[in-house]
Nanobody, 121 residues
Framework: QVQVVESGGGLVQPGGSLTLSCAAS????????MGWYRQAPGKQRELVAT???????NYADSVKGRFTISRDNTKNTIYLQMSSLKPEDTAVYYC???????????????WGQGTQVTVSS
């Protein structure tokens, strides 16, 4: 079984910064792409940023230049450094892990429980 745990959410003022962390643990044979998604009230979940084990990254246009995703492959952990935060960044942020539990198993998607980020004065 694979567990995905996010941390680092909270309340921050507009223009402020916050860093989220996500760690995957348990029975993991290999981890592929990892990423952050977010869901604001009344809206669909959307991609924020993804990162491959090679370090290749992808960002939503709305966060480019403000957010930075990074990864520590030795710890199966990713981070999301968020700066110049705006009220519209308010959402529950979810971590997604694409991984295999054994050599013979298929890749599966694993999600964390989410962490709330609120940008407000």
């Amino acid at each position: 079984q694979v567990q995905v745990v996010e941390s680092g959410g909270g309340l921050v003022q507009p223009g402020g910064s916050l860093t989220l962390s996500c760690a995957a643990s348990g029975t993991i044979f290999v981890v592929g792409v990892m990423g952050w998604y977010r869901q604001a009230p009344g809206k669909q979940r959307e991609l924020v940023a993804t990162i491959f084990s090679t370090g290749t990254t992808n960002y939503a246009d709305s966060v480019k230049g403000r957010f930075t995703i990074s990864r520590d492959n030795t710890k199966n952990t990713i981070y999301l450094q968020m700066s110049s935060l705006k009220p519209e960044d308010t959402a529950v942020y979810y971590c997604n892990v694409d991984g295999k539990e054994s050599f013979y198993s298929p890749y599966n998607d694993y999600w964390g429980q989410g962490t709330q980020v609120t940008v407000s004065s």
